[in-house]
């Protein structure tokens, strides 16, 4: 599956975001999806997951209340809205795939860079 993620920008402390993520290449109702991010000098970290159906949805803590994580199987699309955003929030966002909940994510977008400034 090939994964093709938009949405990114600038955007000022407490405003909005809607990421997507574009899938093709196989079926998209096979996979689980999620959302992780970059900074600069950190490690990358999970952000949102979603399973198959998406009747399953997990979150980092920090995000919580803040992101919400969705998708539309008949566009094979999946949607990070992202609110109240915070400088901390500043990263690039990658899209990925996995073939089911216990398997690693093991298909990657090429990333969206979101700035938040104070």
């Known amino acids: 599956v090939q994964l093709q993620a938009s949405g990114g920008g600038l955007v000022q402390a407490g405003g909005s975001l809607r990421l997507s993520c574009a899938a093709s290449?196989?079926?998209?109702?096979?996979?689980?999806m999620g959302w992780f991010r970059q900074s600069p000098g950190k490690e990358r970290e999970f952000v949102a997951a979603i399973s198959w159906s998406g009747g399953s949805t997990g979150y980092l803590d920090s995000v919580k209340g803040r992101f919400t994580i969705s998708r539309d199987n008949a566009k094979n699309t999946v949607y990070l809205q992202m609110n109240s955003l915070k400088p901390e929030d500043t990263a690039i966002y990658y899209c990925?795939?996995?073939?089911?909940?216990?398997?690693?994510?093991?298909?990657w977008g090429q990333g969206t860079q979101v700035t938040v400034s104070s």
């Open positions: 290449g196989r079926t998209f109702s096979d996979y689980g």
């Open positions: 990925a795939a996995r073939e089911r909940a216990s398997a690693p994510f093991a298909y």
